[in-house]
């Protein structure tokens, strides 16, 4: 399969390839493909975005005209119908530049993986052909599964929606968005798939953060908003809330992914340049050894979220759950260890807004409390393990 970007087309690669040598060139192909998109439409406003607390619709619009908003939606639904491994490519590329722009495709990669299933001609899968187009906006809290939330209580015509929605990407005051979200319903959780216009629920003013600036992160109330009753999924249909709980965390760890290269990108082009004691700083043998290190932690935290990513749609739900709240524990962690390192690497210039590994710890941190921060993902991993080990062993019997 194949697709054409930019004006070059990009075949994709397929993930059950691993590290098949066209596997790996096609992926380059598409990194290549992505830079160029992101050099020229978003590096440059990444200064604005961070001074102003916004996105410009320039950035939204340059990732759609290219299918980089939501690259792994199916071709049935008019998507670019790339896999989930090149979607999360897309993602760490984007982030790479701008975490606060990389809240569009992570966006789009949680709107593939969790409507996916159903039927391009179902309520569900028009609004992922809307996503496709870019005539909507993809979106889904970030806040972990310990907020409030949204209770949905059913009646004769739909669902009547009660609470609120906190940490809501909400990049257009006027923009009209595909709202995913877990919501509490008699029964036990179910997925909304909602379309929302500004003026349907109570939206918050955006609020500083300390990272992910670029994208306002909005609060949303709902108080007796009805809602048709295709737009709360059935409990037949609770595979796809776990999706969608899985593709969050596979998400932000592609997200923490790009924010690690980034900061080791530029830390190794800083100790190559700045010179102490006649000779650049990256020649004395601790910084070397320090770089070593980070870049082997970026290394771990890519392939473990590469592994997520596949596992999202290929693997059984217990496994890809493990997968990617693992992943999203660790590239997270790597992303702050590393930012951190990166300061540290640049002295007292790695706190100034004219070096962007500042800007990279703020992201990081930001990032480590997506979608449930590291004791959440723990508890998840550690009840998975716990559920496994209650089970003989498939292999036959256990060790004494």
Avoid at 217 to 228: A, H
Avoid at 254 to 272: H, N, S
Wanted: proline residues 5%; charged residues 20%.
């Amino acid at each position: 399969m194949s697709t054409t970007f930019s004006g070059a087309e990009v075949p994709w690669a397929d993930p059950a390839a691993g590290e098949d040598e066209s596997a790996q060139r096609d992926l380059n192909l598409l990194r290549e493909a992505v830079r160029k998109v992101v050099t020229g439409a978003i590096a440059p406003e990444v200064a604005a975005m961070e001074r102003n607390g916004s996105m410009p619709d320039t950035v939204f619009k340059a990732l759609v005209e290219t299918d980089f908003h939501a690259v792994g939606i199916p071709a049935r639904y008019g998507g670019a119908g790339a896999g989930l491994l090149e979607a999360v490519v897309v993602i760490e590329e984007v982030a790479r530049v701008s975490a606060a722009a990389s809240v569009i495709p992570a966006q789009g990669f949680v709107a593939s993986c969790t409507l996916g299933g159903f039927e391009s001609d179902s309520e569900q899968g028009a609004i992922l052909s809307e996503i496709a187009k870019g005539e909507i906006v993809a979106t889904s809290p970030l806040a972990g599964s310990s907020a409030p939330g949204v209770a949905a209580k059913s009646g004769l015509d739909g669902w009547t929606l009660e609470g609120a929605f906190d940490w809501v990407p909400w990049p257009y005051p006027d923009a009209e968005v595909a709202l995913l979200a877990e919501v509490h319903a008699d029964g036990g959780p179910r997925l909304l798939a909602l379309r929302l216009q500004g003026d349907a629920a109570r939206i918050s003013e955006n609020r500083p953060m300390l990272g992910l600036r670029g994208t306002p992160l909005r609060s949303l109330g709902f108080s007796g908003v009805e809602v048709p009753s295709g737009a709360v999924t059935a409990d037949a249909r609770r595979s796809q809330l776990v999706r969608w709980r899985t593709a969050r965390l596979v998400a932000a760890a592609a997200q923490a992914t790009g924010v690690a290269i980034m900061a080791l990108e530029e830390a190794g082009f800083y100790v190559r340049e700045r010179r102490q004691f006649g000779r650049a700083i990256g020649d004395f043998q601790a910084l070397r050894v320090m770089i070593a290190d980070m870049a082997t932690r970026v290394e771990s935290a890519r392939h473990l979220t590469y592994a997520a990513a596949v596992a999202t749609t290929s693997a059984p739900a217990p496994q890809a759950q493990l997968l990617a709240a693992s992943a999203k524990v660790h590239a997270s962690e790597v992303a702050m260890s590393v930012a951190t390192d990166a300061v540290q690497l640049f002295g007292g210039y790695g706190f100034m807004k004219d070096y962007p590994v500042e800007r990279a710890m703020r992201d990081a941190k930001m990032i480590q409390l997506l979608a449930g921060e590291r004791l959440e993902q723990q508890c998840t991993i550690a009840d998975i393990l716990a559920e496994k080990g209650s089970r003989p062993d498939s292999a036959g019997s256990r060790p004494g």
